[in-house]
């Protein structure tokens, strides 16, 4: 609401600055840029801003140069705490403040209190020609608090002027407005001021005499001594009330405390209310007066008005004589009850009530659209991070209206509960990935027009400890001519995994070394990215059927796990190497001089022998020990697994088998070298 009352201030604010003078238009800043008022209004040029920020200001302002904005900070914000808050002190000595420029436009005022005015005979609070004035506090000047002359119109709105004309001094006329000019009320509380005649509203035809009003209470005002008209007192002027609620007006006689009509003047009543303010509560006194009253609540009816010298009188057949049912008169509230005669009592032909219904009588309508009713009010909740989508509640159950009207809500929360209604008006949340956090408010609201009913619960949202983030293997890398010797140091690295939680993660590293069927592990703890293993801390111990290891070449797969509390997660990937041990590298081109099957040593040989060969290129390689017939009688290298360029052994464990030739075969990369053995038995 703030926000939409701001936008609209300031919308307004280029729209009058646009319109008065849209190129030199300027915002003059009180005390900013001028110590006083004053000295900020005879700075500004035709259409310029004064813009007073709060505080006491006790001077005379007197706008008489150039047609200009003077306003409070409620101008650029829409908050009505500035108009309580920046005033215009008379003191009790001088006016306070006066406008009378001429030229195009009309002087426009808004968002301050004028009090304790005096030392002149009308106008100690205001003293105007043709002007607007919005949003005003004027009280505790002396009568005639409020002055108004011009011929041309002069407005009013939302403002309140109360307690006038009860400082010794000043007019006796009109003590919260005196005019003879034209004047127009609209929102306004004209309330316990006093004055001889007219306590709240003295109104004279010098310059026209006409005062309209809409949505006005006129109320708690006092014509003193034997004077005459507590509310108003019309002398052959012209006055039309609208929605007018007059009530608690007194005179010292006790009659015609509302409304005294003298001279020619002309009085009209319409969807208005006059209540409490003695009997008769109207008085004309003129041949020349003309009176007409209808669709109006007015005390004792056609005998709460008294006529004098045969005035014209038309008191309609739409009147009504009835209590209209305030909700607490004596401190001060007239709005209506919900059984109050005056509600849907105005005339049908006027303009709705903002509720949609037919005009009320008086100032204050009652609104007959009944705000939502909260029938189930939603409990708190609680649930765990990372919990997904969650239905809180179905608002057409949470929610009814009385006037079975369909109603529609707004919600308002955290930005993270990703809050979200459907079209069938059920409720979820889905808390973002990774967030959490204490009773966090969330607020429904139900709307029926212009009423709303508001929900309020809170959600917890507890934290779990979240997996950690994935994570990329970098060396050593897939390519299979990545091999190392028992001399080497193997540097492992792996890129980081980023907890969602801001906690520590350690590392796993594993190792698996393939070689025929069997498969080894070991593991190493890290709390760093990198691991730096020389091959000889490794213990190599792999076995293969049929045959001794000496010279070992083995496949090598090795991933890192990331731990974080009791989670984890594995490396994207699975990288791969060779390692060998006693298996000699040229150190110049790491090559082989060929590929080759040696002689074997010892050959003859009892039960073993060492077959030694040489592979020039990286392949898978298989050895097989064949009889003369050209069956294979043992397997060693099963030519499943690649193996690295460079001189290799095997021992060949030939127990169980009967003595003979045999042949020993080598496949590598498409070549195949044979050679014979003899086992001696």
């Known amino acids: 609401m703030a926000r939409t009352q701001l936008c609209t201030a300031l919308f307004a604010v280029l729209i009058m600055l646009s319109s008065v003078n849209p190129v030199h238009a300027a915002i003059i800043n009180i005390p900013a840029d001028q110590q006083t008022i004053q000295a900020g209004v005879d700075a500004a040029e035709a259409g310029d801003t004064v813009l007073v920020a709060p505080g006491v200001y006790r001077e005379f302002v007197w706008i008489r140069r150039n047609v200009v904005t003077l306003a409070s900070l409620i101008f650029t914000t829409g908050d009505p705490a500035y108009i309580d808050s920046t005033i215009i002190d008379g003191e009790e000595e001088r006016a306070c403040l006066k406008v009378s420029a001429s030229g195009d436009g009309t002087s426009f005022v808004r968002g301050f209190t004028i009090r304790n005015g005096g030392g002149v005979s009308h106008g100690a609070g205001i003293s105007t020609g043709r002007a607007t004035f919005e949003d005003?506090?004027?009280?505790?000047?002396?009568?005639?608090?409020?002055?108004?002359?011009?011929?041309?119109?002069?407005?009013?709105?939302?403002?309140?002027?109360?307690?006038?004309?009860?400082?010794?001094?000043?007019?006796?006329?009109?003590?919260?407005?005196?005019?003879?000019?034209?004047?127009?009320?609209?929102?306004?509380?004209?309330?316990?001021?006093?004055?001889?005649?007219?306590?709240?509203?003295?109104?004279?035809?010098?310059?026209?005499?006409?005062?309209h009003a809409k949505h006005v209470l006129i109320s708690g005002n006092i014509a003193m001594d034997e004077g005459r008209g507590g509310g108003i007192y019309l002398r052959n002027s012209l006055a039309v009330l609208d929605q007018v609620t007059l009530t608690g007006n007194r005179t010292p006689n006790g009659d015609d405390a509302a409304i005294y009509g003298g001279g020619e003047c002309s009085l009209t009543l319409m969807n208005s209310l006059g209540f409490n303010n003695g009997t008769p509560s109207i008085r004309v006194m003129d041949r020349n007066a003309r009176l007409e009253v209808d669709f109006s609540d007015i005390e004792g009816g056609i005998n709460g008005i008294v006529e004098g010298g045969e005035a014209d009188i038309n008191y309609g057949d739409n009147n009504i004589d009835a209590d209209p049912l305030f909700v607490d008169p004596d401190n001060g509230d007239y709005h209506l009850t919900e059984n109050s005669p005056c509600i849907d009592a105005g005339d049908p032909d006027s303009p709705l009530d903002p509720d949609g219904t037919r005009a009320d009588m008086g100032a204050f309508y009652f609104p007959q659209v009944h705000p939502p009713v909260l029938d189930h009010p939603i409990p708190d909740i609680t649930v765990a991070e990372d919990c997904g989508a969650v239905m809180i509640?179905?608002?057409?159950?949470?929610?009814?209206?009385?006037?079975?009207?369909?109603?529609?809500?707004?919600?308002?929360?955290?930005?993270?509960?990703h809050l979200a209604l459907n079209e069938d008006n059920l409720l979820w949340f889905e808390p973002a990935l990774n967030f959490n956090g204490d009773s966090l408010a969330v607020e429904v609201r139900a709307y029926s027009g212009n009423d709303s009913t508001t929900a309020e619960f809170l959600v917890s949202v507890t934290p779990v400890n979240d997996v950690p983030g994935h994570f990329n293997l970098l060396s050593p890398n897939r390519h299979e001519l990545d091999w190392f010797n028992e001399w080497d140091t193997i540097r492992f690295e792996w890129e980081a995994s980023v907890d969602p939680d801001h906690e520590t993660v350690r590392y796993l590293l594993r190792l698996d070394f393939h070689y025929g069927p069997h498969i080894d592990s070991v593991a190493f703890d890290a709390d760093t990215l990198t691991v730096c293993c020389p091959s000889d801390t490794i213990d190599l111990a792999p076995w293969q059927p049929g045959g001794q290891i000496i010279n070992v070449i083995q496949k090598v797969s090795w991933w890192v796990v990331a731990i974080s509390g009791a989670d984890s997660v594995r490396s994207d990937s699975i990288f791969t190497f060779w390692l060998g041990t006693g298996v000699e590298k040229d150190r110049e081109n790491n090559e082989p001089s060929a590929f080759n099957l040696h002689s074997l040593s010892p050959n003859p040989f009892n039960s073993s022998t060492t077959i030694r060969f040489g592979l020039s290129k990286l392949a898978t390689t298989r050895i097989g020990i064949y009889g003369l017939n050209g069956r294979i009688v043992q397997e060693l290298w099963t030519g499943r697994d690649a193996y690295p360029p460079g001189e290799h052994a095997v021992v060949w464990n030939a127990e169980g088998l009967p003595g003979g030739v045999y042949l020993v075969r080598l496949e590598s990369g498409g070549e195949v070298k044979t050679t014979k053995a003899i086992l001696l038995r």
Request: proline letters at 0%; hydrophobic letters at 40%.
């Open 393 to 417: 509640a179905d608002l057409d159950t949470v929610f009814s209206d009385v006037d079975g009207d369909s109603l529609w809500y707004a919600v308002i929360g955290a930005e993270e509960l």
């Open 136 to 211: 005003m506090v004027v009280t505790n000047c002396t009568c005639g608090a409020v002055y108004t002359w011009a011929e041309d119109s002069v407005s009013f709105t939302r403002c309140k002027i109360t307690r006038n004309g009860w400082i010794e001094g000043g007019n006796t006329q009109g003590g919260g407005m005196y005019t003879q000019g034209r004047v127009f009320l609209e929102d306004c509380v004209i309330a316990d001021n006093r004055a001889l005649d007219g306590g709240g509203i003295f109104v004279t035809r010098l310059n026209g005499g006409e005062l």
